[in-house]
């Protein structure tokens, strides 16, 4: 079913997703801060707005994707919301995700937050994948409509969900990049092709330890972190020869230090018997 549908913001990401709409055969008005980059677009078929309000009001969906949250509240400013249903794919923080919500539905208006796991490339590929979280009535109304974008994900009522998820899900892709930084300035100090090493060694490492990722989780939750894998004393010295190591091989292990420094606490609190998992229970804030 074609829908009208507005997009505000027409950097990389928003362009990308207007295009995806507009092929999909959605009636789409954008509007960009520049106004020259919606030319392509225009050019494509969307019909460009003048002002945001302008772009609110053309269509019952308005999607924001724009530099961060500030920017999503001064464009909506003196917009007419009453009726619209805004889904903001705009990179937020939780807190951020709810102030936004509360502003659009004080207005009248409904909310989604989402989070974009995909870069522009990805968008309208089957890899592509877009979290939402917030009302569930607007995301069942489009849920048709978004998926022209990506594979769409509800994730619950609370707006902070998906833009939380989203952090999650980045959370693990830079803790996974810290890794490989330090494997791959250790592998180049001994001269060793990093292309070879990385293809042929690291990547099928860490799908393996990846797949055990879900069996800790379970632990987790369950609060059991005992192990018959390997317990935090052995983990304990295993980093803190990695450290030497690095040092020896003249290279900083900077990005391995708070995993030896969170180690070493936990086993000071006489938990040497616990598994990996157990360290979650020390990233809680007092
Ligand atoms: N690009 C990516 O791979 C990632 C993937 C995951 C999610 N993100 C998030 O998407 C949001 C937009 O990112 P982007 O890549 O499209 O970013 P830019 O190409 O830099 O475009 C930024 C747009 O925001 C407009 N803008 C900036 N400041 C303001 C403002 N004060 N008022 C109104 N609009 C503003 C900017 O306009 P202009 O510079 O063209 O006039 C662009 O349209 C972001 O949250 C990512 O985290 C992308």
Redesign the pocket.
């Known amino acids: 079913m074609s829908e009208n549908i507005s997009v505000?913001?027409?950097?990389?990401?928003?362009?990308?997703l207007a295009k995806s709409l507009l092929a999909a055969g959605h009636q789409v008005t954008v509007w960009?801060?520049?106004p020259a980059?919606a030319d392509p677009l225009v050019a494509e078929g969307a019909k460009q707005a003048a002002t945001?309000a302008a772009a609110v009001a053309a269509s019952e969906l308005v999607i924001a994707?724009?530099?961060?949250s500030?920017?999503?509240t001064?464009?909506l400013e003196g917009a007419e919301l009453r009726g619209r249903v805004i889904a903001n794919?705009?990179?937020?923080r939780p807190v951020e995700a709810r102030e936004i919500a509360a502003l659009v539905t004080e207005r009248g208006g409904d909310h989604l937050a989402g989070?974009?796991?995909?870069?522009?490339q990805m968008i309208a590929t089957p890899g592509a994948l877009i979290l939402y979280s917030g009302s569930k009535a607007a995301y069942d109304r489009y849920e048709q409509a978004l998926s022209a974008m990506a594979r769409p994900q509800y994730t619950g009522a609370d707006p902070a969900m998906a833009p939380l998820l989203?952090l999650a899900m980045l959370t693990g892709m830079y803790g996974q990049m810290a890794g490989f930084l330090e494997a791959a300035a250790l592998v180049r100090s001994a001269g060793y092709p990093l292309r070879d090493f990385t293809s042929g060694l690291l990547v099928p490492w860490l799908n393996a330890m990846a797949a055990q990722q879900p069996a800790w989780a379970e632990k987790m939750e369950s609060g059991d972190h005992g192990t018959d894998v390997s317990n935090l004393e052995i983990n304990r010295s295993g980093v803190a020869n990695l450290v030497r190591a690095f040092h020896e091989q003249g290279v900083r292990p900077d990005l391995l230090l708070p995993m030896q420094e969170i180690l070493e606490r936990r086993v000071a609190r006489g938990l040497a018997h616990e598994g990996l998992s157990g360290l979650v229970e020390e990233l809680v804030s007092d």
Do not use: E, F, W, Y
Not at 65 to 68: A, E
Not at 89 to 92: A, I, K, Q, V
């Open positions: 505000l913001g027409l950097g990389l990401m928003g362009t990308a960009n801060r520049t980059k945001p994707c724009l530099l961060d500030r920017s999503v001064a464009t794919l705009t990179t937020s989070g974009i796991m995909a870069i522009p989203d």
